[in-house]
């Protein structure tokens, strides 16, 4: 599936660009999906505002349960002063998660393959587990900022295999808060762990080695249908949208089953609910 530069590409950077990965077709599925989803989501039933700025706002049941379900969260900026929704539902949802590859056959179709097997394999998973699935809305005005992270923060294993499978549902641009990396930053030190304790979460601090500036810090504007692949400890980021578009998009986190997956990590499965790969 990969070349050899495009696997020299993605050792060197971090990051590999697969342009029109997903057919036009299956990406307008998926979107309707969502939606529906969303439709049928009971705002009053669980309001849980996610913030992913404020790791211990994640504690709460709503979230943690999402762990091996289909939960609808809200945008921080969803709700005004009057605890009132600021704009319509559908336009106030942050993102979905966290079991759709394995909860929705039209996610568990859109997730799975033999062109995303063979990309992985490429990459070097060798035995590939889908922990983690998240429809990302980024809605247009009140989309909020995701701060420089590594996503080895919240999937650690030993030795670290965890890489992110991001799909571009809609073009995303500089305006409508594209992905910005950090290219070759995934040589550095994990800098924070997320751990999971019982009902507790917390977010451990392991390296103090700052997150990229300036020129460090790199745009990844793609056209809807890309597909954006990357390490583990490659630094990322990505910007409010406060265009009127959103920039819709899908992520899976997938780590290696050759490797030691740790106990506390926040999501886990059971033999009732097996992880599976591609
Ligand atoms: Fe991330």
Not at 118 to 139: C, E, N, R
Not at 176 to 190: A, I, S
Not at 193 to 198: K, N, S
């Amino acid at each position: 599936m990969l070349s050899a530069e495009q696997i020299a590409s993605y050792q060197a950077n971090g990051y590999l660009v697969l342009p029109d990965f997903k057919p036009a077709a299956a990406m307008a599925q998926v979107r309707q999906r969502a939606m529906a989803m969303v439709e049928a989501f009971d705002p009053a039933e669980y309001i849980a505002i996610f913030s992913t700025k404020d790791s211990s706002t994640n504690a709460n049941p709503y979230f943690l349960s999402s762990a091996d379900k289909v939960h609808c969260f809200f945008e921080e900026e969803a709700f005004g002063p009057d605890g009132e929704l600021r704009q319509a539902k559908a336009l106030s949802i942050n993102k979905i998660g966290h079991a759709l590859h394995d909860r929705d056959p039209v996610f568990d179709a859109f997730s799975r393959g033999t062109e995303l097997a063979a990309v992985a394999h490429d990459l070097g998973l060798t035995q590939p587990q889908i922990w983690q699935s998240m429809y990302i809305f980024k809605q247009p005005g009140i989309g909020g900022e995701v701060g420089w992270h590594q996503d080895a923060t919240f999937f650690d294993t030993t030795p670290l295999s965890v890489t992110t499978f991001w799909f571009a549902l809609e073009d995303a641009t500089l305006d409508n808060g594209c992905l910005w990396v950090q290219p070759g930053g995934h040589r550095g030190p994990l800098r924070e762990l997320y751990v999971r304790d019982a009902d507790m979460v917390r977010m451990d601090k392991l390296d103090a080695t700052p997150w990229p500036e300036g020129d460090a810090a790199v745009a990844l504007p793609v056209p809807a249908g890309a597909l954006v692949v990357f390490h583990g400890l490659l630094p990322h980021y990505s910007a409010p949208n406060r265009s009127a578009h959103s920039r819709h998009a899908y992520t899976l986190h997938v780590t290696d089953a050759s490797t030691a997956y740790s106990p506390r990590n926040w999501i886990q499965r059971g033999a009732d609910f097996p992880v599976r790969g591609f």
